[in-house]
């Protein structure tokens, strides 16, 4: 069973560009999640999603950053017009409902370099 | 989510037992007391959660103690591999089981060989 995947893991993009972000949740998980490390920063959250929903996105910026997760597909984690202060990296997880522990499952992370 | 205090780096000896401690002195009866570690240059990665009693799995323990205001993760013997930073976070259960995590600084282990 192969673990959450990201892709690219790493990504440069000049200012003023677009970042496209992609995240594969475990196979059977239908919840994902999305997280910022700034550098030498912790880890925030940013937003949660089910298959087509949105269920919370209280840790995203409110401009140029939205995610979607659509129904086929990855989700996807998209930043317009980026700047210096984007530079981070950006984790996905995934989870299964019902299962017990309600672990959280990481993904390797994608390094967006804004130059 | 309650928050949690956690010293900010430890020091172990290779093959040693671990004790990282948490304080969480405004946990409701609802949040489950979860573990995260996060090795460099990786994601983060799960290792236990509690809610009262003791846990064991075969990566860690942890001791929850009786007023659940502090937890302790156990490592039983420390490797090399397990240098990371160690995060304690507390989750309301009342809130369904899929939720955010609320990262703190966490701990930084160190294991000397």
């Known amino acids: 069973n192969a673990g959450v995947m990201q892709n690219p893991r790493h990504l440069v993009r000049r200012r003023g560009q677009e970042a496209r972000l992609r995240c594969s949740p475990m196979?059977?998980?239908?919840?994902v999640y999305w997280y910022r490390q700034l550098p030498e920063e912790g880890l925030k959250f940013m937003v949660y999603l089910q298959k087509e929903n949105i269920i919370d996105e209280s840790g995203m910026p409110k401009e140029r950053f939205s995610a979607e997760f659509p129904k086929e597909g990855p989700s996807i984690l998209r930043i317009q017009q980026v700047v210096r202060g984007d530079s981070a990296a950006y984790f996905c997880a995934s989870s299964h409902p019902g299962q017990g522990a309600y672990e959280q499952y990481f993904g390797p992370g994608t390094r967006l370099t804004v130059t | 989510d309650a928050k949690t205090t956690q010293p900010n780096s430890m020091e172990s000896n290779e093959e040693e037992p671990v004790h990282l401690p948490c304080n969480h002195s405004?946990?409701?009866?609802?949040?489950?007391i979860h573990w995260y570690r996060q090795l460099p240059s990786q994601g983060p990665e799960y290792v236990i959660h509690g809610l009262t009693s003791n846990v064991n799995n075969r990566m860690a323990s942890l001791a929850i103690a009786e007023d659940r205001k502090s937890s302790t993760l156990i490592l039983h013997r420390a490797t090399l591999r397990d240098a990371a930073v160690y995060y304690c976070i507390l989750r309301d259960g009342d809130t369904g089981a899929n939720s955010k995590l609320t990262f703190g600084k966490g701990i930084t282990l160190s294991v000397r060989p």
């Open positions: 196979k059977g998980h239908s919840h």
């Open positions: 405004t946990i409701s009866g609802t949040d489950y």
